[in-house]
């Protein structure tokens, strides 16, 4: 190799360096800078049994009965238009102006639901919502829980009440 | 000119760039690998504040209602006091505000010193979390209302 061959080929390598040098910071930068947050989140679903658990005891006006008696009640009669009609009129009342005014509750016996009843805002039209790319310009952030109990039914069947519950800025 | 020499040239350059681009791949999966784990970071202020909270709502020294048994869940007028709040929620490192709302809406606030929700627009610095409860309420008759439960901690 010529000796102007030998400093073109040095003055390369320079360049050739510090642009592996530049491309390795910003590597590290870009990764250095985006931190992995793991959130906890299965304790929060725990908070959902005070809201399950509450509403199951709260007393109907249908002949006095208890949420979970009534659900027993319709499952034994297979009728679940009263049960529907009071647990969406009890949700809205208690839920629809608050921070958790998205929810679902249904019931199921051996993985059959019996009947589900929801906020208006629906589930599923708001985790579309949610991956909306408008979405990233405002700060409201849905964190859905769920909760599970069983309720006897008057023959001894399992009966499960499932509530998801979506509230903002938990 | 040297043709062959230009050449030559031209060829060591491009090796040494494929060179320069193995290194650069090899260099950033290493970094990356190194990195994930150490930026791993576990965010427990929610978790801290859902604690919290179950605390209030479930512990028979807080509000939860007793009589043979406690009844998690269902809260005890007669303990919703600041005195008996106060007792029961000993810490410093969090400002809490509680609201039972039945006809009445009754607050309460606990470490006044730190309770500034006026603050919460600065997420950087504050975390603050928000959650209402449907509830029963034993007074003299079972009543139902809403616990609303706002705490906030310094990042």
């Known amino acids: 190799m010529k000796k102007g061959q030998e400093e073109l080929m040095f003055v390369f390598s320079l360049i050739l360096i510090v642009l592996v040098l530049t491309l390795f910071f910003i590597v590290v930068s870009v990764v250095g800078n985006n931190r992995v947050e793991e959130k906890i989140t299965s304790m929060k679903s725990n908070e959902v049994n005070i809201d399950l658990l509450n509403y199951l005891k709260t007393k109907t006006s249908f002949n006095d009965l208890t949420f979970s008696e009534l659900i027993a009640y319709s499952y034994s009669k297979k009728d679940y238009n009263e049960i529907e009609k009071l647990t969406k009129k009890q949700f809205d009342k208690y839920y629809s102006q608050e921070t958790c005014n998205q929810w679902i509750l249904k019931a199921e016996v051996n993985n059959e639901e019996l009947f589900d009843s929801a906020s208006d805002f629906s589930l599923s039209s708001s985790i579309e919502n949610q991956r909306n790319p408008f979405s990233i310009f405002t700060k409201k952030k849905i964190n859905y829980a769920s909760s599970s109990a069983f309720i006897p039914g008057f023959n001894s069947e399992k009966i499960i009440a499932i509530l998801i519950l979506g509230c903002e800025n938990e | ?155």
């Open chain 2, 1 to 155: 000119m040297d043709r062959k020499g230009d050449f030559d040239l031209t060829k060591e350059w491009l090796i040494w760039i494929v060179r320069a681009i193995v290194f650069f791949v090899v260099i950033s999966i290493v970094i990356i690998i190194i990195y994930i784990p150490i930026s791993l970071s576990y965010n427990l202020d929610g978790l801290q504040h859902s604690l919290l909270r179950q605390h209030l709502i479930s512990d028979k020294d807080c509000l939860a209602y007793e009589d043979s048994r406690v009844y998690p869940g269902t809260i005890d007028a007669n303990k919703f006091t600041q005195t008996n709040l106060g007792k029961c929620f000993d810490s410093t490192r969090y400002g809490v505000r509680l609201s039972l709302t039945t006809n009445l809406i009754n607050t309460l606030t606990l470490n006044e010193k730190l309770a500034k929700f006026e603050f919460c627009f600065d997420d950087k610095n504050f975390y603050c979390t928000n959650r209402t409860f449907y509830v029963l309420i034993k007074n003299d008759e079972a009543e139902q209302g809403l616990l609303n439960i706002e705490i906030l901690n310094q990042k």
